[in-house]
C-alpha cells in the first residue's frame, strides 16, 4: 500500500488534518459551536463550486468563502439571541449559491462529487502541501492562544469578568475553523467534514475527564478513523469517506456506552 506515492500523500495529509480537527473540534463542542461546524461545511461547498466555476482550486474557494463568513457571522452573532437566526440565512443561501455556481460550470461532474465527497488519494503533491502548511497553522494558532481561547470555551463568565476581548475571541476561532472546515473537506467532502469536527471531540467528552485528556482522545479519535477509512478504502475499492464516518460514528456509539455504563 505505502509503495504507492499518491497513498503516501494521502496518510501524510490526512494525519495532519485529523490531528487539528480533533483538536478543533474539542473547542467547538466546549463553545457550542457545531451548528456553525456544519454552516461552514455548507458555506465551503459554495466557495468550492465558486472556484471549479473560476477554473481555480476549490481549496482556494473554501478557504476565501468560509474565512469571510467566520468573520461576518461572528460579528452578526454576538448576542446569542441572534446566532441561530443569522447562521441558518448565511447558510441557506450559500447552499443555493453553491448549486448555482456547479450549475453554470461548465466541468464535468466528477467535480462535484470532490466537492461533496473529497478525494484525498487524487490530490497532487503540491496540493498536499498545501494543505499540511494549513493544518500545521491551525496547530500552531491554537498552541499560542491556547490558554486564552481554553478559557472562554470552558467559562465565558470568567473570561467576561476578567475582561477578555470575548468577541473578538469568537471571531478568531471562527476564523480557525473555517480554515480547519476547508483542509477537512478535502478529505470528507464538503457534505461530511463535521463528522471529523465533532465526532471524535463528542465522543472524547464522554471518555476524558480533563481538557487535555479530552484533547488526546478526540485526536486519536480522529487519526485511527482516517487511517483506518485510508486502508480500508485501498482494500475493498469502496469510498474513504464511507469508512471514515463508520469508524467515527462507532467510536461515538462505544464513548457513550461506556459513559453510561460508568455513571
Given at each position: 500500500?505505502?509503495h504507492y ?5 494521502a496518510?501524510?495529509a ?5 490531528i ?6 474539542v473547542f467547538v463542542?466546549a463553545?457550542g459551536?457545531?451548528?456553525?461546524a456544519?454552516m461552514?461545511?455548507?458555506?465551503g461547498?459554495a466557495?468550492a463550486a465558486f472556484?471549479v466555476?473560476l ?5 482556494y474557494g473554501?478557504?476565501i468563502?468560509?474565512?469571510?463568513s467566520?468573520i461576518?457571522?461572528?460579528r452578526?452573532s454576538s448576542k446569542a439571541?441572534r ?7 448565511v447558510?441557506s443561501?450559500f ?6 455556481f456547479?450549475a453554470?460550470s461548465?466541468?464535468s461532474?466528477s ?6 465527497f473529497?478525494?484525498?488519494?487524487g490530490?497532487s503533491r503540491?496540493?498536499i502541501?498545501q494543505l499540511v502548511?494549513?493544518a500545521?497553522f491551525?496547530l500552531v494558532?491554537v498552541?499560542l492562544?491556547?490558554?486564552y481561547l481554553a478559557?472562554d470555551?470552558?467559562d ?6 476578567h ?6 475571541i469568537?471571531?478568531?476561532?471562527l476564523?480557525?475553523?473555517a480554515?480547519?472546515v476547508?483542509?477537512?473537506a478535502?478529505i470528507?467532502?464538503s457534505?461530511?467534514v ?7 471531540s463528542?465522543?472524547a ?8 485528556q ?17 486502508t480500508?478504502g485501498?482494500?475493498?475499492n469502496w ?11 462507532l467510536?461515538y456509539?462505544g464513548?457513550?456506552?461506556y459513559?453510561?455504563l460508568?455513571?
Open positions: 500500500m505505502f506515492a499518491f497513498m503516501q500523500n496518510f501524510l490526512s494525519t495532519f488534518i485529523a487539528a480537527s480533533g483538536i478543533v473540534g463542542f463553545r459551536t457545531s451548528f456553525l456544519h461552514l461545511s455548507e458555506i461547498f466557495g472556484a466555476f477554473g481555480i482550486s476549490p481549496l473554501m478557504l468563502f468560509t474565512i469571510l467566520a461576518t457571522v461572528g452578526m439571541s446566532r441561530e437566526a443569522s447562521t441558518s440565512a447558510s443561501l447552499i443555493g449559491l453553491g448549486i448555482l456547479l453554470l461548465t466541468s461532474s467535480y462535484a462529487q470532490t466537492i461533496l473529497g478525494s484525498i488519494v490530490i503540491g496540493e502541501r502548511f494549513l500545521g491551525v494558532t498552541l492562544s491556547y490558554r478559557f470555551s470552558f465565558a463568565v470568567g473570561a467576561k469578568a475582561r477578555l476581548p470575548t468577541n473578538l469568537s471571531i478568531y476561532f476564523v480557525i475553523l480554515i480547519c476547508s483542509t477537512g478535502q470528507v467532502g457534505l461530511l463535521f463528522i471529523l469536527l465533532t465526532l471524535p463528542a465522543g467528552k464522554y471518555i476524558g475527564k480533563t481538557l487535555p479530552m484533547l488526546v482522545i478526540s485526536v486519536s479519535a480522529a487519526l485511527i478513523g482516517v487511517w483506518a477509512g485510508l480500508l485501498y482494500y475493498t469510498p474513504v469517506t464511507f469508512f471514515i464516518a463508520v469508524v467515527e460514528c467510536f456509539v464513548a457513550l456506552t459513559r453510561n460508568t455513571k
